[in-house]
T-cell receptor, first 114, second 110 residues
Framework: EAQVTQNPRYLITVTGKKLTVTCSQNMNHEYMSWYRQDPGLGLRQIYY???????DKGDVPEGYKVSRKEKRNFPLILESPSPNQTSLYFC?????????????FGDGTRLSIL | GNSVTQMEGPVTLSEEAFLTINCTYTATGYPSLFWYVQYPGEGLQLLLKATKADDKGSNKGFEATYRKETTSFHLEKGSVQVSDSAVYFCALLNTDKLIFGTGTRLQVFP
């Protein structure tokens, strides 16, 4: 079954404590990205990756890092989380950067930073 | 630039009512258009798509037609069910970027 898997699904943590949200896809997709979803703002792209070792900033990259060492994995790293990063996060993938095939989403990770 | 504008919600309907959720877009070139649905506690799922002008996407009783002249992609369903309660996102894909609207919450009551 085609899947994008995120972990954890829920996390409550404190300001400044580094955390990583993992994302893995089993469809051999080249393109992966991270979004955050906030009320009234829809989905905003944080970072994206067009292929292994190729990453770039989205619309709201401040405070986040990513890496793409393997095709299937695209972790999101918060080096020093702050309360304004409390949000619902989604990882997504699609075949290639220009493919108009649907983008597949994970089930989301709800982060609360106290 | 590229952008998507959706009607604000929530949209509240009784079961079997007719649904329209408006979506208009601004884009250079010829984007592909999508509707995604997000059920409570889940990620986004593709509902339907259209890749060129006058295309009609349809799925699960929902339809949307790509109207280039009005730059619109309104979502419609003739008879909604309680199980259609969710948040609906209109999105466009232009070259490399998938851009979402802010989402419209639909609540259907028995």
């Amino acid at each position: 079954e085609a899947q994008v898997t995120q972990n954890p699904r829920y996390l409550i943590t404190v300001t400044g404590k580094k955390l990583t949200v993992t994302c893995s896809q089993n469809m051999n997709h080249e393109y992966m990205s991270w979004y955050r979803q906030d009320p009234g703002l829809g989905l905003r792209q944080i970072y994206y990756s067009m292929n292994v070792e190729v990453t770039d900033k989205g619309d709201v990259p401040e405070g986040y890092k990513v890496s793409r060492k393997e095709k299937r994995n695209f972790p999101l790293i918060l080096e020093s989380p702050s309360p304004n990063q409390t949000s619902l996060y989604f990882c997504a993938s699609r075949e290639t950067v220009t493919s108009n095939q649907p983008q597949h989403f994970g089930d989301g990770t709800r982060l609360s930073i106290l | 630039g590229n952008s998507v504008t959706q009607m604000e919600g929530p949209v509240t309907l009784s079961e079997e009512a007719f649904l329209t959720i408006n979506c208009t877009y601004t884009a250079t070139g010829y984007p592909s258009l999508f509707w995604y649905v997000q059920y409570p506690g889940e990620g986004l799922q593709l509902l339907l798509k259209a890749t060129k002008a006058d295309d009609k996407g349809s799925n699960k009783g929902f339809e949307a037609t790509y109207r280039k002249e009005t730059t619109s992609f309104h979502l419609e369903k003739g008879s909604v069910q309680v199980s259609d309660s969710a948040v609906y996102f209109c999105a466009l894909l232009n070259t490399d970027k998938l851009i979402f609207g802010t989402g419209t919450r639909l609540q259907v009551f028995p």
